[in-house]
């Protein structure tokens, strides 16, 4: 079934773009052609108008009732005016020129106007959302789900969230009841700094070897270091913003915006504090990313299969999760008390 369905999107896919396309392909050949050379004023005339307009509208139509953006017509407008204006002699552009001055500014403010609606609805979807879900990146997560492409959001989260957490969000974070902390004790912040300041040193040296070989390579080496500091100090100031919590009937287990995981109280089958060696398979999983780089002192077993979620939506299921937390007794006390009076 799974076969079918696929070919059935691949031959979907090759009609919705394929005839454009085609038709694309057909005027560029056209204008290329002896014909034209015959009569260049009327099949310039000609061309124009079904690059710019005939094939846009007949786009939107294969497209209408399709799950593809309608604002997808607008690069294809944009292609046919690029086009037409490398096919067509200068002398017969007056058409494009008209399309140029009379139509294309108004494309470029419904595009504005489109962005703009759409960034001041996630604002309004964010605040909802916000107002449920007190923690900036599940409200986030959320908004941008509900908006975007799956694969699109995932990015643009982690993306977000990293410039959130890391230089917009400067308040101490006070623990509430049943919040609990995981790098006080861990040495994952020193972990982190010191890859930050290795980072640093490593940008500088780098720069400036390849500085002598190539200033554009040095550049982009810099940048790219630059952007994966900015990363580390994003992921490593969320670790202090969003604590591990039980609320109700819930478990949330998070590691910054690193990863985390929702378990039910009621899966819950045992919660044991251990440091003790442990074999990590597809079965066992560890919360945080780093594994052997950042000790346990907590282990959970469940009875059913859980989710663990990790950077950009990448998911992996386990039965036994290991991770550390500051006060592990207080933490064993309370979801002790929790699975009591939430079990089956």
Same mark, same amino acid.
């Given at each position: 079934?799974?076969?079918?369905?696929?070919?059935?999107?691949?031959?979907?896919?090759?009609?919705?773009?394929?005839?454009?396309?085609?038709?694309?392909?057909?005027?560029?050949?056209?204008?290329?052609?002896?014909?034209?050379?015959?009569?260049?004023?009327?099949?310039?005339?000609?061309?124009?108008?079904?690059?710019?307009?005939?094939?846009?509208?007949?786009?939107?139509?294969?497209?209408?009732?399709?799950?593809?953006?309608?604002?997808?017509?607008?690069?294809?407008?944009?292609?046919?005016?690029?086009?037409?204006?490398?096919?067509?002699?200068?002398?017969?552009?007056?058409?494009?020129?008209?399309?140029?001055?009379?139509?294309?500014?108004?494309?470029?403010?419904?595009?504005?106007?489109?962005?703009?609606?759409?960034?001041?609805?996630?604002?309004?979807?964010?605040?909802?959302?916000?107002?449920?879900?007190?923690?900036?990146?599940?409200?986030?997560?959320?908004?941008?789900?509900?908006?975007?492409?799956?694969?699109?959001?995932?990015?643009?989260?982690?993306?977000?969230?990293?410039?959130?957490?890391?230089?917009?969000?400067?308040?101490?974070?006070?623990? *509430?009841?049943? !919040?609990?902390?995981? $790098?006080?004790?861990? #040495?994952?912040? +020193?972990?982190? &700094?010191?890859? =930050?300041?290795? /980072?640093?040193?490593?940008?500088?040296?780098?720069?400036?070897?390849?500085?002598?070989?190539?200033?554009?390579?040095?550049?982009?080496?810099?940048?790219?270091?630059?952007?994966?500091?900015?990363?580390?100090?994003?992921?490593?100031?969320?670790?202090?913003?969003?604590?591990? *919590?039980?609320? !109700?009937?819930?478990? $949330?287990?998070?590691? #910054?915006?690193? +990863?985390?995981? &929702?378990?039910? =109280?009621?899966? /819950?089958?045992?919660?044991?504090?251990?440091?003790?060696?442990?074999?990590?398979?597809?079965?066992?999983?560890?919360?945080?990313?780093?594994?052997?780089?950042?000790?346990?002192?907590?282990?959970?077993?469940?009875?059913?299969?859980?989710?663990?979620?990790?950077?950009?939506?990448?998911?992996?299921?386990?039965?036994?999760?290991?991770?550390?937390?500051?006060?592990?007794?207080?933490?064993?006390?309370?979801?002790?008390?929790?699975?009591?009076?939430?079990?089956?």
């Amino acid at each position: 079934m799974s076969k079918i369905n696929t070919a059935t999107k691949t031959s979907n896919s090759l009609i919705v773009f394929g005839i454009p396309l085609l038709l694309i392909l057909s005027m560029v050949l056209i204008a290329k052609s002896k014909i034209f050379e015959v009569n260049p004023g009327t099949l310039s005339f000609a061309i124009t108008i079904d690059l710019l307009f005939t094939i846009p509208i007949l786009y939107f139509l294969l497209i209408k009732k399709k799950n593809i953006p309608k604002t997808t017509i607008i690069p294809f407008f944009v292609i046919g005016m690029l086009i037409t204006s490398y096919i067509i002699p200068k002398e017969h552009q007056s058409l494009l020129n008209w399309a140029k001055n009379w139509i294309f500014p108004f494309v470029e403010l419904g595009v504005f106007m489109y962005l703009f609606y759409k960034v001041r609805k996630t604002i309004k979807r964010y605040n909802a959302n916000a107002k449920l879900k007190p923690d900036f990146l599940s409200a986030l997560k959320e908004t941008s789900h509900e908006i975007l492409p799956k694969k699109i959001a995932s990015l643009l989260t982690m993306e977000l969230a990293v410039v959130y957490y890391g230089f917009i969000d400067w308040k101490k974070k006070r623990l *509430a009841q049943h !919040e609990f902390s995981y $790098h006080k004790k861990s #040495g994952t912040i +020193s972990l982190l &700094i010191a890859l =930050i300041v290795i /980072i640093t040193i490593e940008t500088y040296v780098l720069h400036v070897l390849l500085l002598k070989w190539s200033p554009i390579a040095a550049w982009i080496a810099t940048i790219l270091s630059m952007y994966s500091g900015i990363q580390l100090f994003g992921f490593l100031k969320s670790l202090m913003k969003r604590p591990i *919590a039980i609320e !109700e009937d819930k478990l $949330h287990l998070r590691y #910054g915006i690193l +990863s985390e995981t &929702i378990i039910d =109280i009621a899966n /819950i089958d045992a919660i044991e504090i251990t440091s003790k060696d442990m074999v990590f398979d597809t079965k066992t999983r560890k919360l945080s990313p780093f594994g052997e780089l950042e000790a346990h002192n907590m282990v959970i077993r469940l009875k059913k299969e859980n989710t663990l979620t990790g950077l950009y939506g990448i998911q992996k299921t386990f039965t036994t999760i290991a991770f550390f937390i500051d006060n592990k007794e207080e933490f064993k006390g309370e979801l002790e008390k929790s699975i009591v009076l939430f079990q089956d």
